[in-house]
């Protein structure tokens, strides 16, 4: 059982390898500025979003919010 994931999840490397080989090896015109300009702010707004999300649960689990409620 153990091996056939092994070779399962190398099978997936090998996918992941090949895929990203493919789209590296695409010929034709570089992206421009604007391109890589909008790249840079999506990739850092979708990080301040996700450390947000981080405090948000941090603080919540801190506080009690987290907890099942309790019937008297």
């Known amino acids: 059982m153990r091996a ?3 070779i399962f999840l190398l099978g997936m490397l ?4 090949y895929f ?3 789209a590296m ?4 015109e570089p992206i421009p500025t604007e391109g ?6 999506g990739a850092g707004f979708s990080v ?3 450390i947000g ?4 649960l941090f603080f919540s689990s801190r506080r009690g919010y987290d907890e ?4 008297k």
């Open 4 to 6: 056939l994931l092994i």
């Open 14 to 17: 090998a996918a992941v390898g």
């Open 20 to 22: 990203v080989y493919s």
């Open 25 to 28: 090896a695409v010929e034709g």
């Open 48 to 50: 301040l979003v996700g």
């Open 36 to 41: 890589y300009v909008a790249l840079a702010l």
């Open 53 to 56: 999300l981080m405090v948000l």
């Open 68 to 71: 099942p409620p309790h019937f």
